[in-house]
């Protein structure tokens, strides 16, 4: 597959909000890293490490900082934030292979159903009585939308896509392939060696501009709602339990969960594999480094974390050995201590 | 989204089976917690935690114990499990939107599939042949029933839900979106440097009222099947591995793997990320605590747990590298312990 | 459900590779374990282990080494690598009981997809423009596949299966129900507070051979592709990251997560919900056992791991705390050592 797109530099400058030091009508067909771009390409400088890189590239253009303009042996867009430019080209440069617009015929949208201007429904689509779509927004092939679920505008859902009913999403949310959104919370009532269901009365509400990974679940509230606030990122194969909490501009990495009733803050950074206990509160910039275990709140912003470093199987064993005995070698070093004051105190 | 529902209470307790202290005629159109209850609402006290509240509630009824009577100040649902009692009436008060009963227009059903009376067969569902489908169940739409799968009386498919062939699920049992039983367990021969597939020729047997969390997967047996039975409790995106046995009333929260043909026993709970290796045994009444990773059997009933506490990384840093060098460290106390013996012997 | 397949014990042998000894026209109608099997199934001697069941063992006919001819009491399937042969036997008993052959009508296939002859596309599958799909192919429902992606001969994907635009995918590759090939990989430039989309403009490509594993996800690459190589086998729940590079033959169990941009080798092992984090090289023939965390480069084959183990939770409770105390205790062991070598001098 190669479908090229291509932009004169002075465009890109003008798209992105950069000042062009060089050639506006050089043409740009692609993208690349500042080692490896070649003609026609424009490559980015955001990492100080990849400086040594800038005399020799053979880029038609970097994207760069002002400070760094007199080293740039080509053609220069300047910006304070160049990553923020690089992710701003990028989206100018990415094609969307999907079908037509428009409702394919094979859809089942229900006459209740609201749809905005604009609203693409790809084949095999279930819309639910009462759901509502807001303008100018994508349902790939096989999305189901439940009952009074609501879309805000310019919703993105990739294909086979799972909402429950009564689920509320913002605008500009871009949901992956195999997400499901307002599943049951998991709650049950022991009774006699059974367990009784308890039917999840609340929903869920996603804010503007969220991404959902591939294969997230969030589940639907027990009485309130789970929440997901503005621009919060899920990278895929996350699970987030009823009437959680996620605080605006928080990202979590892949495979990550996080149990119920617990609130993370805002600007936290969850890295992969994390688990978050439930009932918990952690307060904004935290950030968890992978496959850590949050087993109580967190009041400080700060990095934490939990786990023992790899090393070799067989020192792992011993060392392992060791840890389950902790405790008593602490014991036996006290012991030591004691030995040695009581030896002071006789000399 | 609000469709609301309203009971007398008196109606509630006869339908769940409660002591009536109060005034049967008083209207109930929602649930809630003892200290968030407002009019029209009915709150429940399971929690002596929460009993700090009952004086000032203000929801119109609460469900409690019956020893706490005396102290509620408004009318009062009397049961020796008020949790029970709260799970009972969130079922009562459980609304589902889907869309209409009978069988869908798009559904593609083979006609030497059995459909028992009173099914619902949702848009785009397909039903392989010879699979069998029980009376009163509800298949959402996108669902896949393999061949010759069997669902008992009153299954709940909620949409997107993938059956392989040759699965067998009681009544009652419920099934969210995205979850797939019977893809095949993973097993290969290694044969030069590669791997030959070992075809996975067993099933997979659900008991009855299991219930299977949004996007777990339960894989098919190699030889004999995978078996899940009665009341056995899955959150969202748990791995069963093929062979694998569950006992009854086990609960397993979100993100847990369980390796192949290992065996958890009954009434066990299992925390979220939990991981337990292939071919080990576990009995009934095990608790395991969240990410704990089990490897060898487990023999007594009880709580067990691994890994380590969160901490700050600056911290944990310095305590994650004594860790590798443990086993050198409790070398150097015997060591230290061997000379304050010695010293205590020329005394 | 039974669907009974048999094969004479000669047919057997010729289509493994055996050599036969006994007689060929027994006729063997199932596989099982030696201690299990009985007339008319085949068992299989792989795990020394198990041969002290070969005497008594009811089985028709089983797979051994050569060297264990002369204790077989009953026919025997002659191999250098028995459990091969039992994979083998696997394959020939496996019976897939999907729908039927051809386009269903309910199919939505582009003009411009080009299929290969004997392709088999399921109900409500969906072809995006470009695509091409190899000869005898078989998609089940429900199944998409993106504009411009590629399936190699022989391709075989369960129902439900997503695959994005811009995907090159092998000969003879197995997708599980519920994967997700090619969504977008995890990329975002922090700007203010807030975090702009870095769109993923890499493809993503599998070799031949490669099995991946229901629910288990595989990202596109940011600018360059995510690629898994030949013949590699990924369990279920799996989250590959952008750009991430998987060498041949590698078999990664389930629940495991690499982060962007590293390299796992060849012939690797990697265990249950293993974390891989970024930009990491692991060398070919590593070995992870369950939950290990990775955080550096390997550079040697080899086992390695990471975590504690299980045990009673009262004891891991004192024993974590004194793992958060770790290098204090460890400056108290050098403090005693300095005690006694002073005390030493002193005498």
């Known amino acids: ?26 043409v740009i067909e692609g993208l690349s890293t500042i080692d490896e771009a070649g003609p026609a390409q424009l490559a980015f400088l955001a990492n100080p490490a990849y400086a040594k890189f800038l005399p020799t ?47 394919h015929p094979s859809a089942v949208v229900h006459p209740s159903a609201q749809l905005g201007k604009n609203v693409t429904v790809g084949a095999n689509v279930v819309i639910e009585a009462g759901a509502s779509i807001g303008a100018g927004s994508y349902l790939g092939p096989g999305c189901y939308v439940g009952g009074h679920t609501i879309l805000g505008e310019a ?57 959902v990974g591939a294969n997230t679940t969030i589940d639907r509230g027990a009485l309130g709602d789970t929440v997901i606030e503005d621009g919060v990122k899920l990278d895929n194969q996350i699970q987030i339990a009823h009437n959680v909490h996620i605080g605006a501009h928080t990202v979590i990495a892949a495979c990550a969960g996080i149990s119920g009733s617990s609130r993370v803050g805002k600007h936290c950074m969850i890295g992969g594999g994390v688990g978050i206990a439930g009932h918990l509160t952690l307060c904004d910039g935290v950030h968890l480094t992978g ?41 036996r070093i006290r012991e030591l201590e004691l030995k040695g004051a009581q030896e002071l105190k006789k000399e």
Chains 1, 2, 3 share one sequence.
């Open 1 to 26: 597959m190669k479908v090229v797109k291509r932009f004169s530099l002075g465009e890109l400058a003008t798209r992105i909000g950069a000042t062009l030091e060089g050639d506006p009508d050089v």
């Open 57 to 103: 590239t053979r880029a038609s253009a970097v994207i760069l900082h002002p400070s760094m303009k007199a080293q740039c042996p080509v053609s220069a867009l300047l910006m304070p934030n160049p990553y923020a430019g690089y992710a701003l080209v990028t989206q100018l440069f990415a094609v969307r292979l999907e079908g037509d617009r428009g409702i």
């Open 155 to 211: 919703a993105y859902l990739y294909p086979n896509v799972t909402l429950y009913e009564g689920v509320s999403i913002g605008a500009r949310v871009i949901l992956h392939a195999g997400s499901v959104i307002g599943a049951d919370g998991f709650g049950f009532a022991p009774d006699k060696g059974r367990f009784i269901k308890i039917a999840q009365l609340g929903g869920v509400v996603l804010g503007d501009d969220v991404e």
């Open 291 to 331: 496959m850590t275990l949050v087993t109580h709140d967190i009041k400080e912003p700060g990095v934490y974390s939990s786990g023992t470093a790899i090393e070799p199987n067989k020192s792992w064993r011993r060392n392992v050995a060791r840890f389950r005995q902790l405790d008593q070698w602490v014991q």
